[in-house]
């Protein structure tokens, strides 16, 4: 078993995601994971990125052992030393558990392991709001007990990973806590009772935080692309349709976070390979563009050459999210560039040059073509609760719905001459 106290350098977020539960059956529909999702994104510029589509796992399902078997071995091949699984947790309920369920109990699964307290609510539209709420953080009076009591086996784990000796364990939005200071105070109470003694509490910075010591907390750890300091180049920038989104130069935001120093004494460094949650956001997505493994292994190079404290792990966001078009994992465009730019890092080798600002000229126009914008804009007001009304509305005057029929059908007639020009 690896000292996880030394050997930690390269931490990867894990998501447990893939794998159907009842939950997302209920909301999303029977059967429902991510890639649902992933599978059928689309493009909505010249040369963007989309769908990003798994090589090596395939659309995997994590209640398979093997691949939580498989994902192991290649993660430690290519210099990844440890995952940090989100934990789901809403005042006793746990929800995508499985996975981490089962790491715990196999301890043939060698991989250095902690995790982080993802409080937030899920919405319908995947932006932790406080509307459309799928299921949400309560945060009852014996909450702070009785979460620290649900991670008492992951933390006395022998591959739990440890910062100075003690189990890591990282919350993701402490600024919605009632009283953090009062929280981390009943966990570490707790943890000194209970047989796994000193535990290291590290806050995420994440939507607009940027302090961890206001919490009584030990540590912060970036979490890009939050809190960005950059401007969109969406002027640049040719869409296909109607976007309300931003899209960022990955030039831009590799600098900012090199550049970025903290108040707080302890911030651990974070980068990613990329990011797009098209998937999960439509025309209201973040998109980094000019992203490519050479650039990835820059920003980590460099991140590694100036982490000052070999005791400081460095974090990827992410493994695996593939909704966030943010994964290490191998997909069918880049193969494993992503993970031999991670060894590469890691033994010391920067590239010839640093990344260079994006260049628009180099992307051709979006092309537009007709029957497409027309599939786009019926699919598009098919979505909304107008056209469900407006349905419903034409059902009840037959007159009405014989006469839209009709021209309906030359319409259709019209297309297929179209198509044939």
Not at 139 to 168: E, T, W
Not at 228 to 252: E, P, T
Not at 366 to 384: G, M
Request: proline share 7%.
């Amino acid at each position: 078993m690896p000292d996880t106290n030394q050997t930690i350098k390269l931490i990867a977020f894990y998501l447990p995601q893939f794998h159907p539960i009842a939950e997302n059956d209920e909301w999303w529909g029977k059967g429902f994971t991510e890639w649902t999702n992933v599978a059928k994104t689309r493009p909505l510029f010249s040369n963007h990125y989309q769908p990003h589509l798994p090589s090596d796992f395939g659309y995997y399902d994590l209640r398979v052992k093997e691949t939580q078997v498989e994902q192991i071995s290649l993660a430690k091949k290519y210099g990844i030393d440890g995952f940090c699984y989100h934990y789901y947790w809403f005042s006793g309920k746990r929800i995508l558990n499985r996975p981490i369920d089962e790491m715990l109990a196999d301890s043939s699964l060698d991989m250095p392991f902690c995790l982080c307290w993802a409080n937030e609510n899920w919405t319908r539209r995947w932006d932790a709001a406080e509307h459309e709420i799928l299921i949400e953080q309560k945060y009852l009076p014996d909450d702070d007990l009785n979460f620290i009591k649900s991670l008492a086996p992951f933390l006395k784990d022998p591959r739990y990973i440890k910062v100075d000796g003690k189990p890591l364990l990282i919350v993701y939005r402490p600024q919605h806590l009632p009283n953090p200071k009062k929280s981390a105070e009943i966990w570490r109470e707790y943890c000194l009772k209970n047989g796994i003694g000193e535990i290291h509490i590290c806050s995420a910075l994440t939507h607009g935080n940027s302090q961890y010591t206001q919490f009584g907390f030990d540590s912060g750890v970036e979490f890009p692309p939050h809190n960005l300091r950059v401007r969109n180049i969406n002027k640049q920038i040719d869409f296909s349709s109607k976007f309300s989104g931003n899209v960022i130069d990955f030039a831009s935001v590799s600098n900012s976070y090199l550049s970025r120093e903290y108040n707080e004494p302890r911030v651990f460094k974070c980068v990613f390979p990329s990011w797009d949650n098209t998937a999960r956001t439509g025309n209201r997505a973040m998109v980094i563009v000019n992203e490519s493994p050479e650039n990835y292994q820059w920003w980590l190079s460099s991140t590694i050459e100036k982490n000052t404290s070999q005791s400081n792990p460095i974090f990827i966001n992410a493994w695996n999210e593939w909704a966030e078009g943010c994964h290490l994992e191998p997909d069918h465009k880049h193969k494993h560039a992503y993970l031999e730019a991670t060894l590469k890092a890691k033994q010391g080798t920067l590239p010839s040059k640093q990344p260079e600002p994006y260049n628009p000229l180099s992307s051709a126009p979006h092309p537009r073509k007709l029957l497409a914008d027309i599939y786009e804009l019926i699919n598009y007001h098919l979505n909304t609760r107008l056209i469900s009304n407006m349905i419903l509305f034409i059902n009840k005057r037959p007159k009405l719905k014989s006469s839209l029929q009709f021209i309906i059908s030359k319409t259709r007639g019209l297309i297929r001459r179209l198509k044939t020009r």
